[in-house]
T-cell receptor
Framework: EADIYQTPRYLVIGTGKKITLECSQT?????MYWYQQDPGMELHLIHY???????EKGDLSSESTVSRIRTEHFPLTLESARPSHTSQYLC????????????????FGPGTRLLVL | KNQVEQSPQSLIILEGKNCTLQ??????????LRWYKQDTGRGPVSLTI?????NTKSNGRYTATLDADTKQSSLHITASQLSDSASYIC?????????????FGRGTQLTVWP
């Protein structure tokens, strides 16, 4: 069982609200990721981080932002939520390997299901 | 275009039966292939990982195979249990970047009935 946590697990909010999805891991992993997943669809990478003060945008364009001030913490923020942001958001982490990123296993949190009305 | 295709999209089997899930990919250059299990409302959990030189890997009742020449993989589940009901996701990693980009399939939704 991976030690990676996400809160809240479920969130229902109105349009225009600012929200922050929390993600924490206790494994000391340098790399962390945010994915967006709609029902029956594949996971899409929206943000990733190689370590403290490192953040990059992923393959899927997202209006969200992330920060990495501490190794264990990788929060995702939406400044003004819209119904199109309704989705499941999954956080993951992996241990940086000397050989590069291809062989790393990503450990996923339980996800946050977001519904924007 | 998704470079990882899984079939079937959904599958219903009776408890105790075996089943095989398929994954075809076009990702190149290939690094490794993983199968993940995702329970409803949970994050994916890694079941197996195979590199180019490996053609089979087992994890309990789960056995994954890989044919790197035809770019196909399968996940065989023996003596299915109710707890096997989940989405099974095939994930292929390339060697094109330090990040080791992951390509996700849409998953096969398996339902095991008593």
């Amino acid at each position: 069982e991976a030690d990676i946590y996400q809160t809240p697990r479920y969130l229902v909010i109105g349009t225009g609200k600012k929200i922050t999805l929390e993600c924490s891991q206790t494994m000391g992993h340098d790399k962390m990721y945010w994915y967006q997943q709609d029902p029956g669809m594949e996971l899409h990478l929206i943000h990733y981080s190689y370590g403290v003060n490192s953040t990059e945008k992923g393959d899927l364009s997202s209006e969200s932002t992330v920060s990495r001030i501490r190794t264990e913490h990788f929060p995702l923020t939406l400044e003004s939520a819209r119904p199109s942001h309704t989705s499941q958001y999954l956080c993951a982490s992996s241990e940086a390997m000397a050989s590069g990123g291809a062989a790393e296993t990503q450990y996923f949190g339980p996800g946050t299901r977001l519904l924007v009305l | 275009k998704n470079q990882v295709e899984q079939s079937p999209q959904s599958l219903i089997i009776l408890e105790g039966k075996n089943c095989t899930l398929q994954c075809n990919y076009t990702v190149s250059p290939f690094s490794n292939l993983r199968w993940y299990k995702q329970d409803t409302g949970r994050g994916p959990v890694s079941l197996t990982i195979m590199t180019f030189s490996e053609n089979t890997k087992s994890n309990g009742r789960y056995t994954a195979t890989l044919d790197a020449d035809t770019k196909q993989s399968s996940l065989h589940i023996t003596a299915s249990q109710l707890s096997d009901s989940a989405s099974y996701i095939c994930v292929v990693s390339d060697r094109g970047s330090t990040l080791g980009r992951l390509y996700f399939g849409r998953g096969t939704q398996l339902t095991v009935w008593p």
